[in-house]
């Protein structure tokens, strides 16, 4: 059984920076696209980021410029490095991975908190 284990959220204050660490254990092979979504309380998911196995990314226009995601394919891991965060970052972020065999995996969630 695959699973994903995230790590790296935390309480930060506006203007702060975090990165968000995702591994992919267990049964999970021929890993393709990897990436993030987020949901604040009252909202729903929405996607942060994403990244082939090719490396092309893709950002939600509200975290263009300060947010970057990354991947070590030798680790199976994605990383998220949110630089310049706002309040209206809060929220639980979750990493998911795509497998060339069609299955989808989803983190438990971190929780990134940002004060104002």
């Known amino acids: 059984q695959g699973q994903l284990v995230e790590s790296g959220g935390g309480v930060v204050q506006a203007g702060g920076s975090l990165r968000l660490s995702c591994a992919a254990s267990?049964?999970?092979?021929?890993?393709?696209?990897m990436g993030w979504y987020r949901q604040a309380p009252g909202k729903q998911r929405e996607l942060v980021a994403t990244?082939?196995?090719?490396?092309?990314?893709n950002y939600a226009d509200s975290v263009k410029g300060r947010f970057t995601i990354s991947r070590d394919n030798v680790k199976n891991t994605v990383y998220l490095q949110m630089n310049s965060l706002k309040p209206e970052d809060t929220a639980v972020y979750y990493c998911?991975?795509?497998?060339?065999?069609?299955?989808?995996?989803w983190g438990h969630g971190t929780q990134v908190t940002v004060s104002s």
């Open positions: 990244i082939t196995s090719g490396g092309r990314t």
């Open positions: 267990g049964n999970i092979y021929r890993i393709n696209a």
């Open positions: 998911t991975v795509a497998t060339l065999w069609g299955n989808d995996y």
